[in-house]
């Protein structure tokens, strides 16, 4: 049988990453956006040739359009292209705005746990093989170690985290080996995604 893979993708993060990995600090915020089916269609290629992709999940903070209306615009038009794609759910979460705002930046609220408890609730519920967790977020090391646990005590399922080529931050957990999916130039021009929401 093929693997079953899910991917649970942290959109902001892999964002930033790939800014940092590929392009300059000043190169316009079009730079480092992914498609993510494309993302998560090369990461599942990287381990199994041959694989099931049962589910590819993108989760992502909206800005408030009554404060930052640009932010929201492109966001909302971004979304709007990502549901379209057969196959991938979109999980959005409001930003939260710190009373320092707009010095302070606004800042993703949930989506974290969100993508941690669907995580390990589709595993406990058995409907994949294999999780790609694509984000170098520490506060995400407790959904892997979860999922190694459940590995440990019943077989299954595995769990694999990204890395981004030149970058050292990844997510790892003391005293447990992660196996990492390694996105290089080449991959990253396989998911790139040439849109500018902000036009």
């Not at 942290?10 to 915020?29: E, K, L, T, V, W």
Request: charged share 20%; net charge positive; glycine share 8%.
């Amino acid at each position: 049988m093929h693997p079953r893979i899910a991917v649970f993708i942290d959109y902001q993060n892999c964002y930033g990453a790939a800014r940092r990995a590929f392009h300059s600090p000043d190169a316009p915020s079009r730079c480092g956006h992914l498609s993510p089916m494309s993302l998560a269609a090369v990461l599942a290629a990287k381990g199994w040739p041959a694989h099931q992709l049962v589910y590819v999940g993108v989760y992502c903070g909206i800005a408030d359009p009554r404060r930052d209306g640009r932010t929201a615009s492109a966001r909302q038009k971004q979304v709007a292209a990502w549901r379209q794609s057969s196959g991938l759910t979109v999980v959005t979460r409001p930003l939260r705005y710190p009373h320092g705002w707009p010095n302070e930046r606004a800042q993703e609220k949930g989506i974290d746990v969100k993508l941690a408890i669907d995580a390990v609730m589709l595993a406990v519920q058995k409907a994949y093989d294999v999780a790609i967790i694509a984000s170098c977020d520490s506060d995400l090391a407790p959904v892997a170690e979860a999922l190694l646990e459940l590995q440990r005590l019943r077989g299954g399922p595995g769990v694999r985290v990204v890395a981004w080529k030149g970058l050292k931050n990844r997510i790892g957990i003391t005293g447990r080996p992660l196996t990492y999916q390694l996105i290089d130039e080449r991959d990253y021009h396989a998911m790139q995604d040439l849109s500018d929401y902000a036009a």
